[in-house]
């Protein structure tokens, strides 16, 4: 058999991302990205102008297509590899990132009547605006004594599906109403490629609280949310839940044409992004923990027993790899904080001077950051900005800066909000670390290694551990393509399980981050003040962020 080779799309926040993987050494021999032509749509509808309330977040679904129109062909011409030999395809998918369909499967807001409606279309995984509901999910099963709570951290975030499908339910139930089901983005962009609607286990068990063995949450849990929701589990969320690596089908022939691939090529279900990339940097077994640093950072881990942690965001039997429970946690904004900072409050002189000298407002503030030592800017920030998904899961948290004084520079600020989300991954490792699920390892993945050592040496003095960089600049990629390769299965020249495709296909980095010991020592007493602040601004010590994002709540519905 000659070369085989397999495709793997990462779905992002703002763009997807195709390589194409040589399925023998896990080479990647072509990559491309199309950034998604509607982008994160946070203000107003495309089209409609409709305008959109705070804490939204949604898009287009025909930019998924999009990608698959463009990044499919130009990875196969690029590489020069003949159809024939890709054997499989595989996506990864932010999440959770979720779309009503009617019975054809068609999304809700490509349907002229439902598209001026901002229900009908994809809510993206940062779409906080269903908190009341997640609060109310979290305060009703906490009443019921519901079991399955402890798997989540004690609570369901506002980001995940439940929360959602009710949101839709309670302010738009004519979309609810039309909603013949509901998907994960993910499941249906599978769907599209393959014919096939299938839930994968990943999703649904982190974000719809699903279980292997107990499956959802009882019809009487339902109910006590809300009567209309009683059976939504056996309509909205029907359908097979079926693990990671199954053939979903076969690529339809409508899809060969728009892609350039042959018809017939496997399909793998869809996962998520960050749970991809565990095999994608060759993690297939536990103390490891795998942070995909982007726009925000999931902490995945793996463990042989089924751990209570505060605030994770879940525990999932084969929610990663087959065969261990795959723990996630996260913080819902990471390169977000620092995009927010370059765009929103930088100095003119500061985009000028990086003008000048022909680098990205980023690479210009990390040179003059990287030159402070730790504690020199006398500054300490809550890395807030987009809510709190670590271990308060509280998404009406905001962002704090305390220390600014007259003489406060722009690099000081920069380093001190990556500071502050090196802070909040060490909380989320104490965690787990101080309930039993033990974390040895640092690997890192996503973009934000390969744009910002600085950042990767905090993270590395903060945490104090030795922190390993995945070799791909596409690490979920890499995996979703691995994901693929066992979809195909070995009689096709794939892999017959996703152990065997890490171990042939997954590289890391020669040069890992080591902690430096001075600097680690002034950063336990930053982390301190960090904890002080945290707990002060989160545990209820003061709840000035909720009184102000409330009163802003109310001014701008009154404008
Ligand atoms: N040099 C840099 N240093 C730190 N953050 C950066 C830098 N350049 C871009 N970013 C941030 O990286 C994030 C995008 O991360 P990336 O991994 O590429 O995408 P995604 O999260 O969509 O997968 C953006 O939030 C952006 O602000
Ligand atoms: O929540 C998850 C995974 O559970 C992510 O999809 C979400 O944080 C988005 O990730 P990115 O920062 O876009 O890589």
Redesign the pocket.
Known sequence: MGKKYAIGI?Y????GRAVLVDLADGTEVADHVTPYPHGVIDEKLPGSGVRLEPDWALQHPDDYIEVLRRSVPAVLEMSGVDPDDVIGIGIDFTACTMLPVDAQGTPLCMLPQHRDNPHSWVKLWKHHAAQDEANKINRIAEARGEKWLKRYGGKISSEWMIAKVWQILDEAPEIYDAADQFLEATDWVIAQLSGNILRNSCTAGYKAIWHKQEGYPSREYFKALDPRLENLTETKLRGEIVPLGTRAGGLTPEMAKITGLKEGTAVAVGNV?AHAAVPGVGVTEPGKLVMA????ICHMLLGTEEREVEGMCGVVEDGIIPGYFGYEAGQSAV??I??WY?EEAVPAYVKEAAEREGV?V??WL?ARAAKLKPGESGLVALDWWNGNRSVLVDADLTGVIVGCTLLTKPEEIYRALLEATAYGTRKIVEAFDSNGVEVKELYAC???PQ??RL?MQIYADVTNREIKVAASRQTPAVGAAMFAAVAAGSAAGGYDSIVEAAKKMARVREESFKPIPENAAIYDRLYKEYTALHDYFGRGGNDVMKRLKALKEEVTRHA
Do not use: A, I, P, R
């Open positions: 990462d992002g926040t703002q763009s992004d640093m982007g726009t925000s390169g977000d620092f995009e370059v990205s980023h690479e990390e996503g973009g934000l744009k910002n950042l």
